[in-house]
């Protein structure tokens, strides 16, 4: 199952910061995202009770890894996407290189049949993940309340 889709996002700075966004706070919708930032800030994470958002250093030439949504329906909830979003710079340019790790748009996620076998109760039904992944653009940047789609 899967596929693999690259971003290069490029974030030019801003003169006016506060008055803008660079990414809305959202989960990802992929199993896994793999991200390269350059040296510039620009990514917060926010905690799964939420509360208050937390800067996540560059450290340059290192890899973010985010859990993302289709992982946390697949485990059942054991590994858990993660609210983050980007804020623009008033001073510098951003670039970021994202590779999604995703299922493909005709595969159904839910929660494994190892997990539930064992008599775990699933809290999370089975999806087509296209149909997910459009329940996504229509709420995109709504926090982690796309992941409330596929709860039962």
Not at 63 to 86: C, F
Not at 88 to 100: Q, V, Y
Not at 119 to 140: C, M
């Amino acid at each position: 199952m899967g596929s693999i889709r690259t971003n290069l996002n490029y974030y030019p700075k801003c003169p006016n910061p506060e008055l803008t966004v660079g990414v809305g706070r959202h989960s990802d919708v992929s199993t896994l995202t793999i991200l390269l930032q350059d040296e510039i800030r620009g990514l917060f994470v926010r905690g799964n009770e939420g509360g208050d958002w937390i800067h996540v250093p560059p450290i340059k030439g290192s890899l973010v890894i985010n859990v993302g949504d289709a992982l946390q329906i697949m485990s059942n909830g054991r590994y858990r996407s993660v609210e983050h979003r980007v804020v623009a710079n008033g001073s510098k340019n951003r670039i970021s290189d994202l590779i999604f790790v995703n299922p493909r748009p005709t595969d159904m996620i839910g929660p494994l049949p190892e997990l539930v076998a064992n008599g775990e109760i699933p809290i999370y039904k089975q999806v087509l993940y296209s149909d997910y992944v459009k329940h996504f653009f229509r709420k995109a940047h709504d926090g982690k309340k796309t992941v409330e789609f596929a709860e039962l």
